[in-house]
């Protein structure tokens, strides 16, 4: 069974740019998140999908960053404009619970770097 | 509020030594979940162990072994005769049971085991 895909796996992008990351959850699990770790620092949630609809984006930093999940599969995490304090590595997860009582399956993670 | 606190940045030990990692975690739930993840150099996150706030026995898998102790809001884990390739991050972290389903994590263990 395939785990839970993260695109890319890095991303060097100047300041200002546009980026997009893309997640895809395991096969059959509802429940999609997104959480980023800023270098040395704790992992953060950023947002919880159950299907295609958002349960909680009470993570998002500001509205630079869009994130969607048409159809309840794939999701995207797009940044738009970058700026530098952006930079970090984004995990996706997904499990078919919630995260508490299940566990949640993570990606091996897109490394941003913006510059 | 929840908070995941892992004090210890950086930990070194030569093979086959016992290590044991700290965990400490706030949280005004009386019921929550606490877990354990292992980030290898690939980068994704390995779920290693999840416990119930109802649950306070200790639990050993194999040389892995977890200490929870709710007196002193702790969830301590030990590897005992580490190996090179218990060479990794680890994550504590904590899921409230309140509606969120997202995980506070802290801020990561770098354990090196030493040939």
């Known amino acids: 069974e395939a785990g839970v895909t993260q695109f890319p796996s890095h991303s060097v992008i100047e300041k200002g740019q546009t980026v997009t990351l893309r997640c895809d959850p395991i096969s059959g699990h509802d429940n999609l998140y997104w959480y980023r770790r800023v270098m040395g620092k704790e992992i953060k949630f950023l947002l919880h999908f159950v299907k295609e609809s958002k349960q909680d984006e009470s993570g998002m930093p500001n509205n630079r960053f869009l994130a969607e999940r048409t159809g309840g599969t794939y999701s995207t995490l797009k940044v738009q404009p970058a700026e530098l304090e952006d930079s970090g590595v984004y995990f996706c997860a997904s499990s078919q619970k919630g995260a508490g009582s299940t566990e949640a399956f993570f990606g091996q993670g897109t490394r941003l770097t913006v510059v | ?115």
């Open chain 2, 1 to 115: 509020a929840q908070k995941v606190t892992q004090a210890q940045t950086e930990i070194s030990v030569v093979e086959k030594e016992d290590v044991t990692l700290d965990c400490v975690y706030e949280t005004r739930d009386t019921t929550y979940y606490l877990f354990w993840y292992k980030q290898p150099p690939s980068g994704e996150l390995v779920f290693l162990i999840r416990r119930n706030s109802f649950d306070e026995q200790n639990e050993i898998s194999g040389r892995y072994s977890w200490n929870f102790q709710k007196s002193t809001s702790s969830f301590n884990f030990t590897i005992t005769a580490s190996q090179v390739v218990d060479s990794a991050v680890y994550f504590c972290a904590l899921s409230p049971q309140t509606g969120a389903n997202n995980l506070f994590f802290g801020t990561g263990t770098r354990l090196t085991v030493i040939p």
